[in-house]
T-cell receptor, first 114, second 110 residues
Framework: ETGVTQTPRHLVMGMTNKKSLKCEQHLGHNAMYWYKQSAKKPLELMFVYSLEERVENNSVPSRFSPECPNSSHLFLHLHTLQPEDSALYLC?????????????FGPGTRLLVL | AQSVTQLDSQVPVFEEAPVELRCNYSSSVSVYLFWYVQYPNQGLQLLLKYLSGSTLVKGINGFEAEFNKSQTSFHLRKPSVHISDTAEYFCAVDGNMLTFGGGTRLMVKP
């Protein structure tokens, strides 16, 4: 138990659906992250939030829309996804952004797009 | 720009044998280095990290890693592995943003 929870753990959706992934951290951290983990590829950083403001967006398609209403919660809204978006989506948090900070990861949401 | 290369995608080893997982990096700035472990159906968990000081870093579960600046390496070692060490191991470098390698799957056989 790392103090970072993600729901749902598994999600199957069609390409026309809209769904949301939720992440919650109980560590009192100020920074939160979304990563995409695909088979045979390194983890890809998608979004970074610091004190509820987005500070990094690594050229992610607009069909992925993040939301950070407060420092404990992070959402990833999904719409009109493609089959190649099927992956494990990991949320992480850290005390703050910055070099050398340890990130604490949730268990991930495994997404399958049909 | 920075990158991380984990030279072995899979490492099979027998229980109680020693193991070394290799990691090389490149960066135009000074970096901090990390090893994370991912057990099946779980997120990543920090094993150890190098920020400064002694180049030999000890982590959880008996793992250690040595930072070698001249060879730009940060190899992970354990003198005697257990079945429970079966997992995916990720090396990561932090110059201005955390960048992960492709991972090494450690398979410990009885």
């Amino acid at each position: 138990e790392t103090g970072v929870t993600q729901t749902p753990r598994h999600l199957v959706m069609g390409m026309t659906n809209k769904k949301s992934l939720k992440c919650e951290q109980h560590l009192g951290h100020n920074a939160m992250y979304w990563y995409k983990q695909s088979a045979k590829k390194p983890l890809e950083l998608m979004f970074v939030y610091s004190l509820e403001e987005r500070v990094e967006n690594n050229s992610v398609p607009s069909r992925f829309s993040p939301e950070c209403p407060n420092s404990s919660h992070l959402f990833l809204h999904l719409h009109t996804l493609q089959p190649e978006d099927s992956a494990l989506y990991l949320c992480a948090s850290s005390h703050q952004t910055g070099k050398g900070e340890t990130q604490y990861f949730g268990p991930g949401t495994r997404l399958l797009v049909l | 720009a920075q990158s991380v290369t984990q030279l072995d995608s899979q490492v099979p080893v027998f229980e109680e044998a020693p193991v070394e997982l290799r990691c090389n990096y490149s960066s135009s700035v000074s970096v901090y280095l990390f090893w994370y472990v991912q057990y099946p159906n779980q997120g990543l968990q920090l094993l150890l990290k190098y920020l400064s000081g002694s180049t030999l870093v000890k982590g959880i579960n008996g793992f250690e890693a040595e930072f070698n600046k001249s060879q730009t390496s940060f190899h992970l070692r354990k003198p005697s592995v257990h079945i429970s060490d079966t997992a995916e191991y990720f090396c990561a470098v932090d110059g201005n943003m955390l960048t992960f390698g492709g991972g090494t799957r450690l398979m410990v056989k009885p």
